[in-house]
Every structure is written in structure tokens, then in C-alpha cells.
């Protein structure tokens, strides 16, 4: 009796270390490959696992219940990603756990750039096909709410960078770390800025690099730039920056830039009021931020285009007539 006992034991552990060994090194079966599947952030195993299945890889409920078993006994559950996943071949159950336990997503990118309205950034972001599209439809007010950002109005407040994220991740959660991503820096040079520099707020120092942003045409200018329009700012003088009356004119503009759009009042018109514009006019990079807090020293009021993408810097008003004459009315010579 206890042999046959001790041998139905041992045929039993047999069968299920071999069942166990069969499972282990076998691949999973999955409907076609490529696979692609996403876990949702605070998905749990068991609800991981559905999503899995929904992809058609695992062999349905059965399949689930063996690969969430396998998880427990080896206390993975825990441990598991929430992002997107892409499958190139069937794994092995093991392959699958390490994977999802490694947080071995797949990855796209969005790259926004500096210098562009918010109106390019939702472009970009919508044209990507990689991106869960949540935001579409909803107007600026609806966004910035869902953001829970403080301010009223979207303009230059997404920092302009390549952002890696998981296949079927919210546009929403990219704009949030792009927002985030701008608060963090502007905090960081508003408390190391130059004392003298006349913004009364860390907004007001984003509108002005905004402005400088738009306003570069060599990257080794922006400082000197940014050192004429502080003073500009700092005497009570009209900045007269071309890019703010482009912004306001929105859509419209068509690319030719005319004396009656210079002569047409408007919120964002700096030849006719004075002060900073409203809002942002674009998102600046780092290089601008930087440039704006801490302004190269110069005692330039003026600057024109030479053409070749630097400026001539003046003093006076005289000066830069003289260098409008040279490098715009008669092509520098």
C-alpha cells in the first residue's frame, strides 16, 4: 500500500515537473504576429493579463489563468509596467513575465521644437500615430484644466524637447511632462537671474524669451539681443519686434508682413503699445531662458537683420537708420 502510495507521489511529481518544464520552455500562442498590446497605468496582473488576451496572445482564459499562476508562485505580480508592448515573435511564459516586469515597452518619440506656437505643438502631436489622441477637441481653457496648469492661456508653456514615451500613451500625459519640464527650468534660472533684469513675475520673463526665440537668427546673438530688448523694456521704449505682431495676426498671416498689420492696434501690436504682449508667443528653449535672465551687458537700443542671418547692433536712432539703409534698402552695400 505505501509503495504504490510513494509511487503514485512521485508519477504525480513527475508528471508535474514535466508539465511544468513543457509550459516554461514552450511558446505562448498568439493569434499574429507582430503583437502589440498596452497596460494601462494601475492596471493590476489579473487585468494585465486581460489586456494580453484581448491582443490575442495566451490561448484565452486557460492560458490567463496558467501565466497569472506562474506569476504568483514566483511573486512577480507586483512588478509589472504600465505602457505599450510589441511582440516580434511568441514568447515563452518566462519571456513574457521578464519582459513585462523589465518594463521592456516599446518606445516612440515626439520632438517639439523651439520656437513653435502651441497650435504646430498640437499639430505634431496629433499627426503622431503612436499617440492615445485624448486632447482632440478639447479647446485650450478644457486642456489646461485637464493639466491642472495655473494659466489661462497655453502659449510657450511646453518645453520644446524630444519626449520618449510608451506606444498608446496619452497626449495628455506628454503635454503634462512638456509642461512640467518648462516649470522646472523657468524655476531654476528665475532664482539665479540677474537682479536688474525688469520682469516682475517668472511669466513675464517666459513672454520675453518667447520673444528672443523668435527673434534669433544666430544662436551667438541671443544674449546681445536679449541685452537690447531689456533695455528697451527697461526705459519705457515700444520693443517694435515684428514676431508679436505675426503672432497676433494668427492664421491669416501669410507670410508677407505689411506696414498696415505695423499700424494696426492689436493685444500683441508692440509698435504701438508698450510693454511686454499678453502671453508667450511661442515656446522658447533653455538657450532663450537663459539669455533673458541674465542679458548680455551692451548699450544697444537697435538691431537689424544683415541678411545672412546676424544683426548690426546701434545705439542710436541715427546709427540704426543708417544700418537699415545699408542692409535692408540696398542689400548691404
Not at 504576429?33 to 487585468?47: D, E, K, V, W
Request: glycine fraction near 10%; charged fraction near 20%.
Amino acid at each position: 500500500m505505501l509503495k504504490t502510495t510513494l509511487t503514485a507521489v512521485l508519477l504525480a511529481l513527475v508528471c508535474v515537473t514535466g508539465y511544468t518544464y513543457w509550459y516554461l520552455a514552450t511558446p505562448m500562442p498568439v493569434d499574429k504576429l507582430p503583437a502589440a498590446f498596452s497596460i494601462p497605468p494601475g492596471a493590476g496582473f489579473r487585468a494585465a493579463t486581460q489586456h494580453i488576451d484581448q491582443a490575442g496572445i495566451g490561448g484565452g482564459r486557460t492560458g490567463r489563468l496558467r501565466f497569472e499562476l506562474l506569476a504568483r508562485v514566483l511573486g512577480r505580480t507586483q512588478d509589472i509596467k504600465a505602457g505599450g508592448y510589441e511582440l516580434a515573435t511568441a514568447p515563452t511564459p518566462l519571456e513574457l513575465l521578464d519582459k513585462l516586469t523589465q518594463g521592456d515597452l516599446t518606445q516612440a518619440e515626439v520632438r517639439f521644437i523651439e520656437g513653435w506656437n502651441f497650435r504646430q505643438l498640437r499639430a505634431a502631436l496629433d499627426a503622431n500615430a503612436f499617440v492615445r489622441h485624448d486632447s482632440q477637441g478639447l479647446g485650450d481653457a478644457q486642456l489646461l484644466g485637464l493639466l491642472k496648469a495655473a494659466e489661462s492661456h497655453p502659449e510657450g508653456l511646453f518645453f520644446p524637447d524630444t519626449y520618449l514615451f510608451a506606444k498608446g500613451s496619452s497626449d495628455l500625459r506628454i503635454l503634462r511632462r512638456a509642461y512640467e519640464a518648462m516649470q522646472r527650468h523657468l524655476a531654476r534660472e528665475w532664482e539665479t537671474r540677474d537682479p536688474r533684469v525688469p520682469y516682475k513675475s517668472p511669466y513675464e520673463a517666459l513672454i520675453m524669451a518667447s520673444i528672443v526665440e523668435k527673434e534669433t537668427g544666430r544662436a551667438a546673438e541671443r544674449g546681445r539681443i536679449a541685452g537690447a530688448l531689456v533695455n528697451r523694456l527697461r526705459i519705457g521704449m515700444l520693443l517694435q519686434v515684428d514676431p508679436t505682431v505675426i503672432y497676433g495676426l494668427g492664421e491669416s498671416f501669410d507670410g508677407n508682413l505689411k506696414k498696415i498689420h505695423l499700424q494696426t492696434d492689436g493685444p500683441y501690436n508692440s509698435y504701438l503699445r508698450p510693454g511686454l504682449p499678453p502671453t508667450p508667443i511661442a515656446a522658447p528653449g533653455l538657450a532663450s531662458l537663459q539669455a533673458v535672465m541674465r542679458p548680455a551687458t551692451t548699450d544697444a537700443l537697435y538691431y537689424v537683420a544683415r541678411g545672412d542671418g546676424s544683426s548690426e547692433f546701434s545705439r542710436t536712432l541715427e546709427e540704426h537708420n543708417r544700418a537699415v539703409r545699408k542692409y535692408q534698402l540696398h542689400g548691404g552695400r
